[in-house]
């Protein structure tokens, strides 16, 4: 289908490091690829915050960007 695009995702980081929600600040302009990127974080594993030592729920963001070469 030869979409391209950048998608940025703002996600909540539980305190066992697992994304607990992810949502879409930024459209790609692609469903497809905006979805396939969402389910690509909930697989990633993240260091969580930390507050006084004790692991703390964060949000942080990222940007996946699909590229055909």
Request: glycine content about 8%; some cysteine; hydrophobic content about 35%.
């Given at each position: 289908?030869?979409?391209?695009?950048?998608?940025?995702?703002?996600?909540?980081?539980?305190?066992?490091?697992?994304?607990?929600?992810?949502?879409?600040?930024?459209?790609?302009?692609?469903?497809?690829?905006?979805?396939?990127?969402?389910?690509?974080?909930?697989?990633?594993?993240?260091?969580?915050?930390?507050?006084?030592g004790?692991?703390?729920?964060?949000?942080?963001?990222?940007?996946?960007?699909?590229?055909?070469?």
């Open positions: 289908m030869e979409e391209e695009g950048t998608v940025t995702l703002k996600f909540l980081i539980g305190v066992d490091g697992k994304v607990i929600q992810a949502d879409i600040e930024k459209t790609s302009g692609f469903n497809r690829l905006d979805e396939a990127a969402r389910n690509a974080l909930s697989k990633c594993q993240f260091r969580p915050g930390t507050v006084d004790k692991p703390e729920q964060s949000w942080a963001s990222i940007k996946y960007t699909w590229r055909l070469e």
